[in-house]
């Protein structure tokens, strides 16, 4: 459908922001174009919206599995959960989570249970992810790797994860541990985790249409790993208030000192720069950007970056087509029409940290 510049003045009740076109980002969406067939960008500057724009299914109102993404929002309820009930975790990130008050299933390994809560959330568990793991900065391949996907956000499968290396002692990208948080979050809550995102982050902050995605896939619960299917603006709400410590219109949605700790390095990682389900730029490995800054990306070329320091928020949207099918959400498909003109391009790198190097690159000009 070419490209759509929509610059809105009015979001929705709760939005004050406005928009000033900033003709310096037109390089970084040139950029963004070559790293997924559909998607978009947009750039929040304190309450300026100063950058719009989509390509192929990208559009306002679409609302694509938006894969790791998700894990974010995991993180997020488990930092609510926490405050809501210090009564059940008095020991918070270093509670010690495999056992029956908090996880009622039988424990394949005797040492699952040496994990914390804050390990699981830090992708150093020691379960099985994505290959290569780190160690203290060092790649160890994993043989053989562990589940990945939509299947490794079913309960049977995370229960049958082991681990590669003892809790703590490693780095790997574990998608059954983060769907394993969303299963001590049903547990303590008596629900789903997708309801309960409803009613502490998606209704006060007043998103529209959304939900979790995977629907062909037919996973049971809420997949605690990834899948949220959002509109662009409502990831703009999600990434402004993190970016204004966890608040809201003035509402305290995530607690503070929680999005301190998944913005900056963590103890129970120091092999990797990741936090609490988001990469970190603590160490400065990315030079030319804010230490401040953290983000986090999903397969198919999404990505939500925040810079305090800048009062920025950034979403890059990505996408495959069937990442915006409805078999898939359960949700209305894209309004945009899609004529086929990105049919046969190749998109070998998300360009996750290049699009935010290019972002603040032309900004400070």
């Known amino acids: 459908m070419g490209i759509l510049l929509l610059f809105v003045t009015a979001l929705c009740a709760a939005d004050t922001w406005t928009t000033k076109p900033d003709t310096r980002l037109d390089a970084a969406f040139a950029f963004v174009k070559t790293t997924s067939k559909h998607g978009g960008l947009l750039v929040l500057r ?22 790791s993404i998700g894990k974010s929002f995991t993180s997020a309820a488990m930092g609510i959960l926490l405050e809501e009930r210090r009564d059940l975790f008095p020991k918070g990130l270093d509670t010690l989570v495999l056992t029956p008050k908090y996880f009622p299933y039988d424990v394949p390994d005797p040492a699952w249970r040496d994990i914390k809560l804050g390990h699981l959330l830090a992708m150093s568990s020691g379960l099985r992810g994505n290959s290569p793991g780190r160690v203290h900065g060092r790649e160890v391949a994993l043989t053989p790797p562990g589940p990945d996907g939509a299947e490794a956000m079913r309960d049977a499968v995370v229960l049958r994860t082991g681990l590669w290396t003892k809790p703590g002692e490693g780095y790997s990208y574990a998608t059954a541990g983060v769907h394993l948080i969303s299963m001590i979050i049903r547990h303590v809550t008596g629900a789903e985790m997708e309801p ?97 800054a953290f983000w986090k990306s999903g397969s198919g070329g999404h990505a939500l970056y925040i810079i305090p320091s800048l009062k920025l928020v950034i979403w890059k949207l990505g996408g495959r087509e069937e990442q915006y099918s409805q078999s898939n959400t359960g949700l209305p498909p894209s309004p945009a029409v899609y004529n086929g003109d990105r049919d046969g391009m190749q998109f070998p790198d998300p360009g996750t940290t290049r699009t935010l ?9």
């Open 46 to 67: 304190g309450d300026t919206i100063v950058y719009e724009s989509y390509f192929g299914l990208g559009h306002p109102d679409a609302t694509p599995n938006l894969a």
């Open 196 to 292: 309960y995102l409803a009613a502490k982050i998606a209704q006060p902050l007043g998103w529209q249409r959304w939900g979790f995605a995977y629907r062909h896939a037919n996973l049971g619960h809420t997949p605690g790993g990834g899948g949220i299917a959002a509109r662009a603006h409502d990831m703009l709400h999600f990434g402004a208030m993190l970016r204004d410590g966890g608040k809201w219109n003035g509402r305290q949605i995530v607690p503070a000192a929680y999005v301190r700790k998944l913005s900056r390095a963590t103890p129970y990682n120091p092999h990797s720069p990741y936090s609490l389900q988001f990469d970190v730029n603590t160490d400065g490995h990315l030079a030319a950007v804010p230490r401040d």
């Open 357 to 365: 190097q290019l972002i603040v690159e032309a900004l400070r000009r």
